[in-house]
């Protein structure tokens, strides 16, 4: 996943990959962090790392019912 987030042309792209991946439950934004932070490059780290952040925080509210999931 972060080697087509590194070929992404652009950002929109990039964190298109990354919401897609965890929103069909093929990883989770753990897993990515992870695996984000064993690599020595890796092209728009900080923008990645706060959309694996946004997207683990908003996942974890819904799981908790504080946030209505949509009908």
Not at 4 to 10: E, N, R, S
Not at 18 to 45: N, V
Request: hydrophobic share 45%; charged share 30%.
């Amino acid at each position: 996943m972060l080697d087509l987030t590194d070929l992404a042309g652009d950002i929109e792209t990039a964190v298109g990959w990354i919401t897609t991946a965890c929103a069909r439950r093929l990883t989770t934004p753990r897993r990515l962090a992870e695996a984000m932070a064993r690599r020595k490059q890796i092209r728009r780290r900080p923008l990645l790392a706060a959309v694996l952040h946004d997207t683990a925080t908003r996942g974890a509210l819904r799981a908790g019912t504080a946030i209505p999931a949509r009908r």
